[in-house]
């Protein structure tokens, strides 16, 4: 393929506009569908969802790949350069234009991104992320052309191509070690491991308090105790809640598979409380949702909806928590409890690798933080106090001339 020559596009002064969309169909065989700015489907994009839903991928993940994919596609419209001519020139400028450009403003980023007072969590900006948008969407687009490569429906050559290594792969392995991922996006930024923050007692205790319905408290109740996804425990029926064995089943993210997870007593509480509250309102068979709205009409409660639910409680503390901040609590708690192995935390957690539990296993900040302040505390005394001598350090001929006892 011969690289277009356009060094010259002047990428400060480019304007993308919001052209086209990426719309929900309802339609449980094409869950979404990307239109382009004249209305029409886009088959490239249709393709490639369809081969994902085959392959197991659920709605959400057509969902979050078809949002990377609109990116891409109004970069190229905005350029006017079709899709199946896209060279590393495009995926280049595309790649400089993600990382240095601004988000729509509806998506609420804000210019400054100084650590939140309370959590120490950084508030987003204004710029995309490195792990959740820019490093996800190389992966993304990298994957579908790789699809219409293999379909023959588009470019022979990726335009988002791999590090292609100096030398042959894993030549120096210690066959002690695992192997190292060394085959990764060449336009994929940095990304900087981060350690997951938990919510202290103190805090999640704020934070509970906070909460306006026993809905609202039996949702938490089971998310900081089960270890669950947010999307996992929203998607529960009515008979998946085992109040006899402390038990919830959830459908895994991932892997969709069934999976009964233990979940504190007080959980249970908090659910026989809200149900109690919409009995004969709502339907109670087996396979009804769990989680419904308090108003009406009564619909099944979405993820946006228990997103907002916990926003309300965070601004009544000044606090920026998260949902998946709970699974991380559960985690760090059940991490840190002497007495369970770290492999029935990888289990209850759903992690295909031990290595990814064990991040769980670094100390917490704020304990860290607490520790060495205590230190400082206690040799700030150490250096206050008297020093008394050691009379074992003295010979006893010395003390008895000191003291008027003898002669030497």
């Not at 350029?79 to 495009?90: F, S, Y």
């Not at 002690?176 to 981060?194: A, H, N, S, T, W």
């Not at 669950?228 to 598979?257: F, H, N, W």
Request: cysteine-free; charged content about 20%; aromatic content about 10%.
């Amino acid at each position: 393929m011969i690289e277009r020559n356009d060094s010259e596009r002047d990428l400060a002064a480019l304007l993308v506009p919001r052209a086209g969309a990426f719309v929900e169909t309802g339609d449980a065989w094409e869950p979404y569908r990307l239109v382009d700015p004249a209305g029409e489907v886009v088959d490239p994009v249709a393709v490639y969802l369809s081969d994902l839903q085959a392959i197991g991928r659920p709605a959400t993940t057509q969902r979050s790949y078809g949002m990377d994919l609109l990116r891409w596609f109004r970069f190229l419209w905005a350029i006017d350069v079709p899709w199946n001519q896209a060279t590393r020139t495009e995926a280049r400028d595309f790649s400089r234009w993600i990382q240095i450009t601004d988000k729509p403003a509806h998506s609420g980023g804000a210019s400054a991104t100084s650590p939140n007072p309370v959590t120490g969590k950084a508030k987003p900006g204004s710029k995309y992320a490195a792990t959740t948008t820019r490093g996800h969407s190389e992966s993304v687009l990298r994957g579908f052309y790789d699809f219409h490569r293999d379909a023959g429906s588009g470019p022979m050559i990726n335009p988002f191509p791999l590090v292609r290594p100096s030398g042959r792969a894993h030549a120096h392995h210690n066959p002690m070690d695992p192997f190292r991922k060394e085959r990764k996006g060449l336009y994929r930024p940095r990304i900087v491991q981060r350690v997951p923050r938990s919510i202290p007692d103190e805090r999640f205790n704020d934070l509970f308090a906070q909460l306006g319905s026993h809905r609202d408290r039996a949702l938490v109740a089971f998310w900081v105790s089960s270890g669950a996804r947010a999307s996992e425990l929203l998607g529960a029926r009515y008979a998946d809640a085992d109040a006899g064995q402390q038990l919830i089943t959830v459908v895994r993210k991932g892997t969709r598979a069934i999976q009964q997870l233990p979940v504190s007593p007080d959980a249970f509480v908090w659910l026989r409380l809200y149900q109690a509250q919409l009995h004969g309102l709502v339907p109670t068979g087996r396979d009804d949702p769990l989680w419904w709205t308090l108003r009406r009409p009564f619909r099944q409660l979405s993820y946006h909806a228990a997103y907002r639910m916990f926003q309300r409680a965070n601004a009544a503390l000044g606090t920026n928590w998260s949902l998946h901040d709970l699974r991380h609590t559960a985690a760090y708690r059940m991490a840190r409890d002497p007495d369970m192995p770290l492999t029935d935390v990888q289990w209850v957690l759903g992690h295909a690798h031990l290595s990814t539990t064990e991040i769980y296993l670094t100390p917490v900040p704020q304990e860290v933080i607490a520790g060495v302040l205590a230190h400082f505390t206690r040799r700030s005394q150490e250096a206050a106090a008297p020093r008394q001598p050691d009379p074992g350090s003295y010979r006893p001929e010395t003390l008895n001339i000191l003291f008027g006892e003898g002669t030497a």
